[in-house]
C-alpha cells in the first residue's frame, strides 16, 4: 500500500523493537572472558607441608574395574594452590599418569527419591553401558560426601556447600566437587544415553569433556566428564564459591541465607555459564592465549581439543534443543528437560502446586509436594514452565501476525526496515524457549521469516 500507513507502520515498529528488548532480556547479558590480552601460563604450585593433613605425600590407586574408558591408575600428590583466593588450605591433587576417566556414572536425586521417567533414563545408561558403575546420591550422602571428602582438604568449600540453602546451588556445586574428587561422568536424571560410552570420540590427550549447548558456544552442565583433581574442575569451583560469595556481598546477606529472589540467573552463578566462563580462562592459561567463544563456535564431527578439555558439537549432548543438527556426528545423550529450577523452591524440595478450594466463603489452600523432575537438584516446575512456554508462544504468534502485515500492508522499504527485527525475533524465541523446554520450539520447517516479493 501507499505511505498513508505511517503511522500504523510506526507501532508495528515500536512494537518489534520492545519484543525485542524483552526476549533479549538474558540474551544481551552475554559474558566478555575476564583475561588479559597476554597469557602467562600458571607455573606449577609448590609441594606442601604433609603434616598439615595426616595423609602420605603419595596414594597409588588402581581401579579393579577393567571397563574403563582409558586406563585408571593415578598418582595423587598433596599440593597448595597459591592462585586460590577463597583458601590457602592444602588439597589432594590426583595427576594421572595416563588419560583416566573414570568409567562411574554419578547422579543425584531429590528428596522424593526417582520418579518411573527417571529409571527409564538411568536404563539407556546402564543398558548400552553394562559394565558402567553406577551412584545416585541423595541429600543426605551427598552432604555425607562433602564433608568426608572436603572438610579435611578444603574445609572453607565444605562450609560453604552446607551453608547453601537453595537447593539448586548445592547441586551444582556438589557436580563440580564429585568430579574433582572421584572424576568420572556427571549426567543429570533427565538425560538418556544414545550411543554406548566405549563409542564417544574421546581422544586419548582429553581430561575434561563437555559439549555445546543449545546458544551455539556455552557449555551444557548436564552432562560433563573429567578425570579426578583436575585443574579446570578446581578452577570451576574457586570460580562458583567466587560468584556466590560476590553475590551474597551485593544483597548485604552471608551466603547462607541468598535465596532465589536474590539470583539474577542461576546459569550465571553456579550453572552452564559459570562453568564455561571457568573452563575458558584455565584453557586459556593452558595454552598461554586468550581462547574465547569464537573457537568453539560452529563446531563440526569429533568437536575440537583446547589444550586437555574435549570441547563436542552441539549435536553430542544437545541434539534435542539444537533443532537436530546434521554434519555434527552422532547424538550421544539427549537432555529432555524434565525439571527446571524456576520454582520457588528451588526444585529439590519438589513443587508447590497451589489449588484454591472454596468452603463457604473461607479460602483453602492446599500445598502440594511434586516429585524432582529430573533429581538433580533443578526441581520440576511444571506449571511455572508451562506459563513461562504460554507466554512466549504468545510472543511468537505477534511475531507472526506482524509478518503478515508487514507483507500486506506496508511498502518495500518497510518491509526491508523491520526484516531484520522480525528474524531476530524469532531467533530470540527460538533461544529463550529451548531454555525452558525443547518439544515446543519451531523447527527449520516453520521458521518466521520474512519471503521478500520481487
Request: aromatic share 8%; charged share 20%; glycine share 8%.
Amino acid at each position: 500500500m501507499s505511505t498513508m500507513l505511517t503511522r500504523p507502520t510506526a507501532i508495528l515498529i515500536f512494537s518489534l523493537v520492545f519484543l525485542n528488548l524483552y526476549l533479549f532480556h538474558r540474551l544481551i547479558r552475554q559474558p566478555v572472558v575476564p583475561l588479559s590480552p597476554t597469557i602467562v601460563p600458571t607455573p606449577s604450585p609448590a609441594a606442601a607441608e604433609i603434616q598439615e593433613i595426616h595423609l602420605p605425600a603419595q596414594i597409588t590407586t588402581t581401579t579393579e574395574d577393567p571397563t574403563t574408558l582409558f586406563p585408571t591408575t593415578t598418582l595423587a600428590t598433596i599440593t597448595t594452590h597459591p592462585h586460590n583466593t577463597h583458601t590457602h588450605t592444602t588439597h589432594i591433587h590426583p595427576q594421572p599418569t595416563t588419560h583416566s576417566i573414570p568409567h562411574k556414572l554419578w547422579q543425584k536425586t531429590g528428596s522424593k527419591g526417582l520418579s518411573p521417567q527417571a529409571e527409564s533414563w538411568i536404563s539407556t545408561w546402564t543398558t548400552l553401558n553394562p559394565h558402567l558403575r553406577h551412584e545416585v546420591l541423595t541429600d543426605s550422602s551427598g552432604l555425607a560426601y562433602v564433608e568426608t571428602n572436603f572438610r579435611p582438604i578444603w574445609p572453607e568449600i565444605a562450609d560453604l556447600y552446607t551453608s547453601l540453602s537453595v537447593p539448586i546451588l548445592r547441586a551444582d556445586l556438589l557436580r563440580l566437587l564429585i568430579l574433582y574428587i572421584d572424576g568420572g561422568i556427571w549426567s543429570d536424571l533427565d538425560v538418556s544415553c544414545e550411543v554406548p560410552i566405549s563409542q564417544w570420540p574421546i581422544p586419548p590427550a582429553a581430561n575434561v569433556v563437555v559439549g555445546i549447548e543449545f546458544d551455539g558456544w556455552q557449555f551444557a552442565s548436564w552432562t560433563v566428564l573429567s578425570t579426578p583433581g583436575n585443574n579446570h574442575i578446581y578452577h570451576a569451583i574457586e570460580y562458583v564459591a567466587g560468584r556466590l560469595e560476590a553475590l551474597a556481598q551485593e544483597n548485604n546477606v552471608t551466603v547462607g541465607e541468598v535465596t532465589m529472589e536474590m539470583i539474577p540467573d542461576v546459569v550465571d552463578v553456579t550453572g552452564p555459564q559459570a562453568i564455561t566462563m571457568a573452563f575458558l580462562e584455565t584453557i586459556s592459561e593452558s595454552v598461554g592465549r586468550r581462547v574465547g567463544k569464537d573457537e568453539v563456535e560452529g563446531l563440526g564431527e569429533g568437536g575440537v581439543l583446547l589444550g586437555d578439555v574435549l570441547v563436542l558439537p552441539q549435536a553430542s549432548f544437545a541434539a534435542l534443543q539444537g533443532g537436530m543438527p546434521t554434519g555434527q556426528g552422532e547424538y550421544l545423550v539427549s537432555h529432555h528437560y524434565a525439571g527446571s529450577w524456576k520454582n520457588e523452591v528451588g526444585g529439590e524440595e519438589g513443587v508447590k502446586e497451589v489449588e484454591e478450594e472454596e468452603d463457604g466463603d473461607e479460602e483453602v489452600v492446599i500445598v502440594v509436594e511434586g516429585e524432582d523432575g529430573d533429581g538433580d537438584g533443578n526441581g520440576n516446575g511444571v506449571e511455572k514452565d508451562e506459563r513461562i512456554r504460554v507466554w512466549y508462544a504468545m510472543l511468537y504468534m505477534i511475531t507472526f501476525t506482524c509478518q503478515l502485515f508487514v507483507k500486506q500492508s506496508c511498502t518495500s522499504s518497510t518491509r526491508q526496515l523491520t526484516r531484520p527485527l522480525l528474524l531476530t525475533s524469532h531467533r530470540n524465541y527460538r533461544r529463550r524457549c529451548v531454555s525452558l523446554r525443547g518439544d515446543l520450539v519451531p523447527d527449520e520447517n516453520h521458521p518466521i521469516l520474512i519471503q521478500e516479493q520481487s
